[in-house]
T-cell receptor, first 111, second 114 residues
């Protein structure tokens, strides 16, 4: 059974700092996704990672995938308040094409 | 058009009411999903439609009844709900079932059962 673990679950940081969110998963998968969710809002797709060594960047966010280690990271560079949100990783369950979700990381960035 | 549109945005219903949630996408996606999300939790998959046919039902109680009238529309019919069914209900779609599961989400319906 595929399991997805995110850590940390909660992160409070100052503007301007760098930090990384980790997403570990338990069995082989070809695809990993990162989503952002603002309070009371829907889920916004941030990154789709499809192969080992994939790295994608959008503004201050960079996501990477290591399929051998079964690990993805979401790195935040020089954080700004607007990045405050909950971030979820989701992994494709190869056997029935469902997404298995991490618990989410609530990120608060203080001015 | 990269939108998934859900209506209504908010819904308050009594336990004896019947209501429906609606979802629409015009991206040509052939997989559509209903998720339920409780506060501070990840979304939980309820149903998956693949090419307009129900392919996954995650043991959802029968008081929730999905319907896919055509490739662009997805409904969720609600009847005799319980207060614990109060949640954010999210519709999503993805391109080709089994080939690309990147899901695009609607804005959700905030459901309160009283």
């Amino acid at each position: 059974e595929l399991k997805v673990e995110q850590n940390p679950l909660f992160l409070s940081m100052q503007e301007g700092k760098n930090y990384t969110i980790y997403c570990n998963y338990s069995t082989t998968s070809d695809r990993l996704y990162w989503y952002r969710q603002d309070p009371g809002k829907s889920l916004e797709s941030l990154f789709v990672l499809l192969s080992n060594g994939a790295v994608k960047q959008e503004g201050r966010l960079m996501a990477s995938l290591d399929t051998k280690a079964r690990l993805s990271t979401l790195h935040i560079t020089a954080a700004v308040h607007d990045l405050s949100a909950t971030y979820f990783c989701a992994v494709d369950n190869n056997s029935n094409y469902q997404l298995i979700w991490g618990a989410g990381t609530k990120l608060i960035i203080k001015p | 058009d990269t939108e998934v549109t859900q209506t209504p945005k908010h819904l308050v219903m009594g336990m004896t009411n019947k209501k429906s949630l609606k979802c629409e996408q015009h991206m040509g996606h052939r997989a559509m999903y209903w998720y339920k999300q409780k506060a501070k939790k990840p979304p939980e998959l309820m149903f998956v439609y693949s090419y307009e046919k129900l392919s996954i039902n995650e043991s959802v109680p029968s008081r929730f009844s999905p319907e896919c009238p055509n490739s662009s529309l997805l409904n969720l019919h609600l009847h005799a709900l319980q207060p614990e069914d109060s949640a954010l209900y999210l519709c999503a779609s993805s391109q080709v079932p089994g080939m690309n599961t990147e899901a695009f989400f609607g804005q959700g319906t905030r459901l309160t059962v009283v």
